[in-house]
């Protein structure tokens, strides 16, 4: 007796859900990763962990982000070799191993060299998840489902500040990194549950197989690509971004970039710490974490919507300018009720701002430069992100940590700068540019 089709078809969006669901639980212990060392920074200076002082520990906060620039940076090559798979599960073992060095460390050095790792882990996870949750998305959901996909970071982040609460009170600092050794337990259900890539698949000449899972799962088997760019085909795409006028808006986007990564890495490393330093509790100071991820998920909600009806670049210079607003206003000691709603607006404007420079970049390039262009923005962003860690550190060893929300504020409101002249001097329209929604590491 065979299966109706209504049956089948129902079988396998269940299936694909499956696939994205994963791929959720493995982004939810990123942002924990990502985010947790923020969250128990507090702890560690009032208890002069490791006798760690300020300036080390923006040190680092940024070996976190240079692992993440690494991580990033290597995953398309090592995804290419070895599968998208194979990669995932590789990057989860290893910011959870990294973690738990974290927790036996007994010094900053091997601290830090447990944070630089867990960093290359969670830099090549995020792109690698977004490349399957491409992959089996339900069909015509694909964009819809990046974006959910990408709450999940922010999910992580709320989940940080609640390990922060509950566990490292009564058990210390070191309990809240045990807790990031959680995630090796879900390794062993990525390797049972989780297919290979198709694309990946199709690549690699497996169209058998690619194609009884694509019937499996219920999606559109990915057309085989032309291979990547080698050689001076690569290079030619590069030097494009700098042909004639472009060269400006290159460096404007990657500029608007730059201050924008510093931003968001900034804030959610130095947030309780800032927020303590005005004269908060440390439980109202981990609350702000909280509600600063959850305005981010709010945020890559309401951005994609209104980018689609007023355009990227104005959403995403008008999205900075609110975020500069909201940052500032952190620097001043307001009632807590209302310092609250500011954290949590600043969250929803600050956290989709850096995405809405990459749909602004898509959009105003050509189809032929587009990854390119793309590619390069976000990695050039990606050294801010290695420096707002690094210069909230330097301002509060040097007690001017009066001044990190003002620094941080002045990144926001030059990034809008960057992003508004850019917008404005490239104001084509999208012929082309009908792309599927540009979704990149923030």
């Known amino acids: 007796m065979s299966s109706s089709p209504s049956a089948v078809s129902s079988r396998g969006s269940r299936l694909a859900l499956l696939v994205v669901g994963l791929c959720w639980v493995a982004v939810l212990f990123d942002g924990l990763d990502m985010f947790i060392y923020g969250s128990v920074l507090p702890h560690m200076l009032d208890e002069h962990a490791l006798g760690l002082t300020s300036g080390q520990a923006g040190d680092l906060g940024s070996y976190a982000t240079f692992g993440m620039l690494v991580g990033a940076l290597a995953a398309g090559t090592v995804s ?23 927790a036996v460390s007994g010094s900053v050095a091997v601290f ?113 690509a032309s291979g990547r760019p080698v050689g001076g085909e690569r290079w030619a795409s590069f030097f494009n971004l700098f042909r004639g006028g472009e060269w400006i808006q290159t460096l404007l986007y990657w500029l608007a970039s730059f201050g924008g990564l510093l931003l968001v890495y900034g804030v959610a490393t130095w947030l309780p710490t800032l927020m303590r330093s005005e004269g908060y509790e440390l439980g109202s ?30 959403i995403s210079a008008i999205w900075f300018a609110l975020t500069a607003a909201g940052v500032f206003l952190l620097s001043v000691h307001m009632p807590l009720a209302l310092t609250f709603v500011v954290v949590f607006l600043t969250g929803v404007f600050l956290n989709s701002a850096q ?3 990459y749909a602004t970049v898509s959009i105003r390039s050509s189809a032929a430069n587009r990854a390119t262009a793309v590619g390069w923005t976000s ?64």
Request: aromatic share 8%.
């Open 112 to 224: 830090g060299l447990g944070r630089t790792l867990a960093g290359i882990g969670l830099g090549g996870l995020l792109p690698t998840a977004i490349s399957m949750v491409s992959d089996y998305a339900p069909r015509g959901r694909g964009a819809l489902t990046i974006g959910l996909l990408m709450t999940a970071h922010h999910a992580g982040g709320i989940l940080s500040a609640y390990v922060a609460l509950w566990i490292v009170e009564p058990l210390g600092w070191r309990a809240a990194f045990w807790v990031c050794v959680v995630p090796l337990l879900f390794v062993p259900v990525l390797a049972k549950v989780m297919p290979e890539s198709l694309s990946f698949l199709v690549a690699q000449g497996r169209t058998e197989e690619a194609g009884a899972l694509a019937r499996r799962f219920e999606v559109e088997l990915p057309a085989a």
């Open 80 to 102: 290419d070799r070895v599968g998208r798979k194979k990669l995932m599960i590789g990057c989860v073992t290893l910011f959870s191993l990294a973690s738990g060095l974290c």
């Open 379 to 442: 990695g050039m962003g990606r050294f801010g992100a290695v420096f707002g860690p690094w210069l909230g550190g330097q301002l509060l060893a040097a007690d001017r940590g009066d001044w990190g929300f003002t620094a941080f504020a002045l990144a926001g409101a030059a990034s809008m700068v960057f992003i508004g002249v850019a917008a404005l001097r490239s104001a084509r329209p999208a012929r082309d540019d009908t792309a599927r929604p540009v979704a990149t590491t923030a």
């Open 285 to 314: 100071a981990l609350t702000f974490v909280v509600l600063f991820n959850l305005g981010g998920i709010v945020g890559m909600l309401v951005a994609g919507r209104a980018s689609d009806r007023f355009g990227a670049p104005r």
């Open 355 to 357: 995405t809405m420079i």
